[in-house]
C-alpha cells in the first residue's frame, strides 16, 4: 500500500517560519524524486519546490527562492519544506509528490500525498 502522508500544517503569521513533512511507504523511496506543490482557492496546482532522489539536485518557484528549503532523508523515507519569511500569499493546501521516470521508454509513475493546510495570517 503506497501512502505519502503530510504532517505540519497550520496557522502561522506573516514573517513566521514552518516545517512541513512528508512521510512515504509502500514503495522504494530512494528511487524516486520528491516535489512540494501548493494549491490556494480558485488557483491552479503550482510546483514549489523538487528534489532528485539522491538529494544532490533541488529546483524552486521563483515565488519560494530563498525563503523555503526541500531536503529529503532517505533513511526515514522522509521529504521535508522548510519555509520562513512566510508571506500571506503562500496560503494554500500543499501536496507532496513523489515521481519515477524509468529507463527504456518502460514508462513511469506518480504518487500524491492529501495535502496540508497552511495559513499565513495576522
Known amino acids: 500500500q503506497v501512502q505519502l502522508v503530510e504532517s505540519g500544517g497550520g496557522l502561522v503569521q506573516p514573517g513566521g517560519s514552518l516545517r512541513l513533512s512528508c512521510a512515504a511507504s509502500?514503495?522504494?523511496?530512494?528511487?524516486?524524486?520528491m516535489s512540494w506543490y501548493r494549491q490556494a482557492p480558485g488557483k491552479e496546482r503550482e510546483l514549489v519546490a523538487r528534489?532528485?532522489?539522491?538529494?544532490?539536485?533541488?529546483n524552486y518557484a521563483d515565488s519560494v527562492k530563498g525563503r523555503f528549503t526541500i531536503s529529503r532523508d532517505n533513511t526515514k523515507n522522509t521529504v521535508y519544506l522548510q519555509m520562513n519569511s512566510l508571506k500571506p500569499e503562500d496560503t494554500a493546501v500543499y501536496y507532496c509528490?513523489?515521481?519515477?521516470?524509468?529507463?527504456?521508454?518502460?514508462?513511469?509513475?506518480?504518487?500524491w500525498g492529501q495535502g496540508t493546510q497552511v495559513t499565513v495570517s495576522s
Open positions: 509502500g514503495f522504494t523511496f530512494s528511487s524516486y524524486a
Open positions: 509528490n513523489a515521481d519515477r521516470i524509468l529507463p527504456y521508454g518502460i514508462g513511469s509513475d506518480e504518487y
Open positions: 528534489i532528485k532522489n539522491t538529494g544532490g539536485s533541488t
